[in-house]
């Protein structure tokens, strides 16, 4: 090796130790840390909440008649509109009521010639008891004559026996007796006779009486007759669409003419699962459940209503039970019908607790939350969920009232690792100032 390709060499070994000698001196580069995650939270609250059942129903109206006409006959006159608002007793329709009028007429003509029979009736009846009254008076004086005569015999039968009168003498004072006996027994015929006919004169009284008795039940039969050509409303509601026009000739007890439905109170029917049975009768046994109907495009709207029907049998083929609550509805804001969401409310859970809906997330072990801690470090917290509540849902376990947990931003959250909280602010406002976790 020459000179100059010992020199290199050497050059060469120098600059690899002062590189090797400089790579030892530098130290290695420090670990990141990972930024706060930014978060929003709220407070855990308690607070009395129903424990409920969620069921679809529909609506119906809690009174529903078909007016049918009771006579037959054409229409003659439309009082309504369709589906016009109806009181108890508002026109509706008017049948023909000549023919009706007509036989109203005769009815009370019958009444009137029965009214006149009977006068006839009772002047022959006062006159039969006057002949009554004049025999019996005849007869008590023809009874007195006889008496008299009776006494004059027996005085001259003595007086013949003693040879004092004639024979001619006592057969005239007899003769006089036995004409007197046979007054009397004429009299008596008399009586009989008036009594007899008094008896008769008060079965034509009788008669005559039973006769307007009937022919006033003609009149009244007739007169209501007359009145169903006037065709109300039997009920408060709302009117459908009528079913005839006017001229059209109706049958009685056939012809539909117009539904009317009562809107105010509405039934809510819906129902259950045999196994929400035993708990609904438990419920109901300590008195009334409430319930709340919402319509499906105002769930924010509830309308309050008792339970008022339970059916007496579980339905075979679905298994499922009847209810129906009862709400008011006196806005017509419900329609008989429609769908509806029914929430019927078993009892009152007393100091649940309560967290955003949105908090609570799904893992493969269950729900969790993450439970902001006063080191702003997330901690990760398995809980059991009860029912929803609005925008909220019960914690039955897990978190404790006053605590705050995560509501949005949970993906970048990792179990003990640091969170910053994002206040709420307005929309528009400018950025305001976070909480953030210390190092």
């Keep these: 090796m020459n000179r100059w390709s010992m020199a290199a060499t050497r050059m060469l070994a120098g600059f690899a130790c002062l590189g090797l000698a400089a790579g030892c001196e530098q130290k290695a580069p420090a670990a990141l840390d990972r930024p706060p ?11 009395d909440v129903p424990v409920y059942l969620d069921e ?33 007793g508002d026109a509706l329709f008017t049948i023909d009521q000549r023919p009706f009028q007509a036989a ?33 008076a005849n007869l008590a004086r023809d009874m007195a004559q006889l008496e008299n005569a009776a006494v004059q015999e027996r005085r001259y039968k003595q007086l013949i026996d003693e040879g004092a009168i004639s024979k001619e003498q006592y057969d005239q004072v007899r003769t006089a007796a036995q004409a007197a006996e046979a007054t009397v027994r004429a009299d ?13 004169a008060q079965a034509a009284v009788e008669n005559a009486k039973a006769a307007i008795r009937a022919d006033q039940a003609m009149v009244e039969a007739a007169r209501i007759q007359l009145g169903y050509t006037s065709i109300r409303s039997p009920i408060s509601g709302r009117a459908g669409q009528r079913l005839v ?10 012809t539909t003419l117009l539904t009317i439905q009562r809107l105010d109170p509405l039934y809510a029917d819906f129902t259950i699962t045999e196994g929400d049975l035993t708990a609904v009768q438990q419920h109901m046994a300590r008195g009334a459940l409430r319930a709340e109907v919402r319509l499906p495009d105002g769930a924010d709207q509830p309308r309050p209503g008792d339970l008022t029907f339970l059916d007496n049998a579980v339905q075979d083929t679905t298994g499922t039970v009847k209810l129906r609550a009862t709400i008011v509805n006196g806005d017509h804001r419900f329609w008989p019908g429609r769908f509806v969401k029914v929430r019927l409310i078993l009892s009152i859970r007393q100091g649940a607790v309560l967290v955003p809906a949105a908090a609570p997330q799904l893992s493969a072990k269950g729900p969790f939350v993450y439970v902001v801690k006063e080191d702003l470090t997330a901690e990760l917290r398995p809980v059991t969920l009860g029912q929803r509540q609005g925008d909220l849902i019960v914690v039955e376990q897990g978190v404790a009232p006053g605590e705050r947990v995560v509501v949005t931003g949970q993906l970048g959250v990792t179990p003990g690792g640091k969170v910053r909280i994002d206040e709420p602010r307005p929309a528009g406002a400018p950025p305001g100032k976070s909480t953030v976790g210390q190092s």
């Design 104 to 136: 109203l007429s005769q009815a009370e003509a019958n009444v009137g010639k029965d009214m006149a029979q009977l006068q006839q009736a009772e002047a022959a009846l006062d006159q039969s008891r006057a002949a009554e009254n004049q025999a019996e």
């Design 37 to 47: 995650a930014p978060v929003a939270t709220a407070a855990a609250v308690a607070q």
């Design 188 to 200: 008596q015929a008399g009586v009989s006779n008036a009594r007899a006919a008094i008896a008769v």
């Design 245 to 254: 026009d006017l001229g059209n000739v109706v049958t009685a007890n056939d």
């Design 56 to 88: 679809i129903g529909k609506t119906a109206a809690s009174e529903v008649v078909s007016v049918q006409p009771q006579v037959s006959g054409p229409i003659t006159a439309i009082h309504f509109r369709d589906g016009a608002d109806l009181g108890t």
